[in-house]
């Protein structure tokens, strides 16, 4: 029964995971902020941040939301599903479920960039808690947000984020993504300390 929640939890937040994930590797380029400073003459969000990372990522994430939908239908009409893995409703609902999830995980990392300026760290310095959860923060929240309008406007007769996130699934989530994040970033790292 746990394993069902971990994998349950993390298909769930996988389209996030895909979206920061990407804008770090593609993205580069003009940035967000357009190089202007704060009141407080620090960056607003810094180079690290840009429209490039921004759009591939949401691309890329929602490309990977909606790759999961079909995975999910293909495994339940061939009996393979264990578990339940189809949680993003069919077309057009998973539309901006998947999409909210995946621009919600980067406008996260970016309110976090901004405060991370204003508290003086720099680019690529570490904040432990901040730098791993921005994202997940982001993602949850905008989806529950998307949720309630989509509710709230009669498009559906529920909330998808409350049926769809038990408080298990954000235990896990936010239990597992530090671990997960801190590992990603020392291999993209290393990656780049060999390719240069």
């Not at 239908?73 to 264990?82: A, D, I, R, V």
Request: charged share 15%; glycine share 12%.
């Amino acid at each position: 029964m746990q394993y069902e929640i971990i994998l349950q939890a993390l298909w769930l937040i996988l389209p996030a995971y895909a979206a920061n994930g990407c804008a770090v590797l593609v993205g580069g380029g003009l940035a967000i902020d357009f190089g202007k400073t704060w009141r407080d003459g620090k960056r607003i969000l810094g180079d690290g941040k840009t429209w490039r990372g921004l759009f591939f990522g949401s691309l890329l994430g929602s490309i990977v939301g909606f790759s999961q939908v079909t995975a999910a239908k293909y495994l339940t009409e061939h009996g393979l599903n264990m578990i339940n893995l189809d949680y993003f409703e069919g077309y057009p609902l998973m539309i901006p479920i998947i999409l909210s999830l995946c621009i919600g995980a980067l406008l996260g990392d970016l309110i976090e960039s901004f405060f991370k300026r204003r508290v003086g760290k720099e680019r690529g310095e570490d904040w432990l808690l901040f730098d791993q959860l921005d994202f997940v923060a982001g993602a949850l929240i905008l989806a529950l947000i998307t949720s309630g309008l989509l509710q709230l406007t009669g498009v559906t007769n529920y909330n998808w984020f409350l049926k769809n996130f038990t408080l298990w699934h954000l235990l896990v989530i936010l239990t597992v993504t530090p671990g997960i994040h801190i590992l990603a970033n020392t291999l993209h790292r290393r990656f780049k300390q060999k390719s240069f």
